[in-house]
């Protein structure tokens, strides 16, 4: 399988490629050295190093309203 690369030095992976590495849009793949050349694979966040962060926020905390902060009324010369 022959993929070409750009002027800008882009690539663009077959579908099948992309299905078997199991990357989805917004997915980062990885490159990593080896003896033949350079191996391929999917790289994702891993979400169990994040649960830490939760010991951080106060159980009584309220999710921020992001809908209400838009609809607050701003000084105009802020928007500059």
Do not use: W, Y
């Not at 980062?28 to 050349?37: A, I, R, T």
């Amino acid at each position: 399988m022959l993929i070409k690369v750009t002027s800008k030095r882009q690539v663009t992976f077959p579908a099948a490629v992309l299905d078997a590495l199991g990357a989805t849009p917004g997915c980062h793949l990885e490159l990593q050295p080896c003896d033949k050349g350079f191996l391929l694979r999917a790289h994702r966040i891993d979400r169990s190093k994040l649960a830490p962060l939760r010991q951080q926020i106060k159980k009584n905390h309220k999710a921020f309203d992001l809908e209400a902060f838009r609809n607050q009324g701003h000084e105009p010369s802020l928007r500059d």
